[in-house]
Structure formats: structure tokens, C-alpha cells
Nanobody, 125 residues
């Protein structure tokens, strides 16, 4: 089972900024749809932003204009730049990789949906 590795969470005051990073295996990164989700206590896990392998990017309405997702294919890393943070952005943020891979031995295609352990983001004065 592949586990993605997130970093960059922390505590910040309202209006501040944080950048999250997520490293994924090089074998899947260039063709994976890479996304960030978040889950606040007592709430469901929701999509924040996704970077489609073909280049399209989509954002939740609540973060449009404040958050930016980007990917560095050379480093197999996806980033989430979060600006103008609000208390309601407080949550555990999870990285996700979703796509179709090819087994290197059998050459069989397989669906994958990998997650990180999550990183806490707290916005509070």
C-alpha cells in the first residue's frame, strides 16, 4: 500500500499563509490526479483542490481566490498554497493521488486511490 507524505501544516493567525507539500511515488505522479481534501472535527472529508494530470485545476468555492494548487513533476510533489486563511479553514488536510497505473511485472492496469496521514492546519487568533 502506497502512503503519501504530507508536510507544512501548523498554526497561523487569521489572514496568514501556509504551504502544504505532498510527495508521491515517481511511478505514478506524472499521470495521477493529485488532490487536497480536508476534514474538520465532526464533519465529512471534502475536496479542497485538485490538479488533474492533464493540467486542469479545480477548487472548492470556499477557497477560490485564496488557495492555489500546483505540482512539480520533477520533484513528484504537489503543493497547496493557502493565503488569507480563516478560522473555518481549520481542519486536517489530506493529500490524495488517484488514477490508473500499470503493474511493472504483469503490465496489467489497475485503479489506485492513495492517501496521506493528514496534516493539521489551525487558524486562530
Amino acid at each position: 500500500q502506497v502512503r503519501l507524505v504530507e508536510s507544512g501544516g501548523g498554526s497561523v493567525q487569521p489572514g496568514g499563509s501556509l504551504r502544504l507539500s505532498c510527495a508521491a511515488p515517481g511511478s505514478i505522479f506524472s499521470t495521477a490526479d493529485m488532490g487536497w481534501y480536508r476534514q474538520a472535527p465532526g464533519k465529512r472529508r471534502d475536496l479542497v483542490a485538485v490538479s488533474i494530470s492533464g493540467g486542469e485545476k479545480n477548487y472548492a468555492d470556499s477557497v477560490k481566490g485564496r488557495f492555489t494548487i500546483s505540482r512539480d513533476n520533477a520533484k513528484n510533489t504537489v503543493y497547496l498554497q493557502m493565503n488569507s486563511l480563516k478560522p473555518e479553514d481549520t481542519a486536517v488536510y489530506y493529500c490524495n493521488a488517484n488514477g490508473i497505473g500499470t503493474d511493472p511485472v504483469s503490465a496489467q492496469a489497475y485503479d489506485y486511490d492513495y492517501w496521506g496521514r493528514g496534516t493539521q492546519v489551525t487558524v486562530s487568533s
